[in-house]
């Protein structure tokens, strides 16, 4: 049982963790540290709820996306004192000007985008990883764009 369970998510980690990585990592405005806590606390509570998971890789992204949420909400109250993007931005791994804009759309927005434009998903399958509607994926996505274009630079901005 123990095997079955340990096999399972070693294939799982296998073929969604980097997808799930790459997504927090983007939607974290580039912080490899969240990215890597993260993902892993999600694949952590996968494994403590898998006999009730239906869909595992939506499961896995809607905790991801929580768990993120939860952390911006937790460096939020410990960096009051200090610009929390400007010390996201200088932890990230993406270019300062896409990390500012990242960091300037709500977490729904930022995670819409991450999952359409950064790992190539549908709308649809970004509606059934996140667990809301089409529709409100599709207005996320409208606003998402609208902001990135008014903050990043104009070539930057070509590619949103």
């Given at each position: 049982m123990i095997r079955?369970?340990?096999d399972e998510l070693a294939e799982l980690f296998t073929t969604c963790g980097g997808q799930v990585w790459r997504a927090v990592l983007a939607a974290s405005g580039g912080r490899r540290d969240i990215a890597d806590d993260v993902t892993a606390e999600a694949f952590s509570q996968y494994l403590q709820h898998r006999e009730e998971v239906r869909d595992p890789l939506a499961y896995l992204f809607r905790i991801a996306y929580r768990l993120l949420a939860k952390e911006r909400a937790r460096e939020k109250q410990h960096v009051e004192l200090l610009d929390r993007d400007e010390?996201?931005?200088?932890?990230?791994?993406?270019?300062p000007a896409l990390t500012q804009a990242?960091?300037?759309?709500?977490?729904?927005?930022?995670?819409a985008v991450v999952l359409h434009y950064f790992c190539d998903y549908p709308v649809s399958h970004v509606a059934r990883l996140t667990g809301t509607s089409v529709?409100?994926?599709?207005?996320?996505?409208?606003r998402?764009?609208?902001?990135?274009r008014?903050?990043?630079?104009?070539?930057?901005?070509?590619d949103v």
């Open positions: 079955d369970a340990t010390v996201a931005a200088t932890q990230s791994v993406l270019s990242l960091l300037g759309v709500s977490i729904e927005q930022r995670f529709p409100a994926v599709k207005v996320r996505l409208h998402a764009r609208k902001q990135l008014e903050a990043l630079p104009d070539r930057e901005a070509n």
